[in-house]
C-alpha cells in the first residue's frame, strides 16, 4: 500500500508575521493622526467660540456710546482704528469734547481660577496706565491699575482686540464697527482669529 504524504502543518511564517505587524503599524500611526487632528479641531473650535464671544461683547459695548461721544465719533468719509496695528492714544474732539481713545485691548481668561479679567491703558497725567477689570466664576468683580501690562498670569488664555470705525459705511451717515480677536497663546495652529462688524448711526 502507498501512504500518502500529507505536508507538515505549521503556523505562520516569518513573512507573513512581518506583513502583518507592518499593517498593522500603518493602520495605528493612521489612527493616531486622526486622533490628533481631532483633537486640534475641538481646541481651535473652543478658542474660536471664545473669540466670537469677545468680538460680541466689544461691539456690544461700542454700541452703548452715545453718537457724539469720542469713542464712537468720526468725521464724515474717516476711519478710526485699526485692525493690523495698535492704535494708542489718539486724541478725538467730538461735540466739543477732547478724549484720548485706544483702539485696541486685551482679554485673559486666568488658569488659576478660572478668572476672566480684560486689561485696557490709558493715557493718566501724561503716564500710560493699564487697569485690569476681572471677573470671577463666583460673581466678584476687581479692578486694578498699574504701570505696567498685567503678566501675573503666564498661562491664561490671552486674547487681543483691535476695532475700526468707519463713518458713511456701508451708506451715508452709518457708522460700521468692525472688530478683530485674535488669540495671543499659541496653543493652536493655525492661529485663531475672528472678526465681527455691526452698523449703527
Known amino acids: 500500500m502507498s501512504h500518502r504524504h500529507r505536508p507538515p502543518s505549521g503556523g505562520f511564517t516569518m513573512i507573513e508575521v512581518l506583513f502583518a505587524m507592518i499593517i498593522l503599524s500603518v493602520g495605528l500611526i493612521a489612527l493616531s493622526s486622526l486622533a490628533a487632528q481631532s483633537l486640534n479641531g475641538t481646541a481651535t473650535s473652543r478658542y474660536m467660540s471664545l473669540a466670537s464671544t469677545y468680538a460680541s461683547e466689544k461691539l456690544e459695548d461700542l454700541n452703548h456710546w452715545p453718537t457724539t461721544d469720542p469713542h464712537v465719533c468720526v468725521a464724515s468719509g474717516a476711519t478710526v482704528g485699526s485692525l493690523t ?117
Open 85 to 201: 496695528s495698535d492704535v494708542q492714544a489718539a486724541s478725538v474732539t467730538c461735540n466739543g469734547y477732547t478724549d484720548t481713545i485706544d483702539y485696541f485691548d486685551d482679554v485673559q481668561i486666568g488658569d488659576a481660577n478660572g478668572a476672566s479679567c480684560e486689561t485696557t491703558s490709558g493715557l493718566s497725567s501724561g503716564s500710560l496706565l493699564y487697569t485690569t477689570t476681572c471677573h470671577t466664576p463666583g460673581g466678584s468683580l476687581t479692578t486694578t491699575t498699574s504701570s505696567t501690562a498685567n503678566t501675573s498670569d503666564q498661562s491664561a488664555i490671552a486674547f487681543h482686540r483691535r476695532w475700526t470705525i468707519e463713518m458713511d459705511q456701508p451708506v451715508t451717515g452709518i457708522k460700521r464697527i468692525t472688530v478683530l480677536v485674535t488669540l495671543e497663546n499659541g496653543y493652536v495652529q493655525p492661529a485663531v482669529s475672528f472678526q465681527m462688524s455691526m452698523v449703527r448711526p
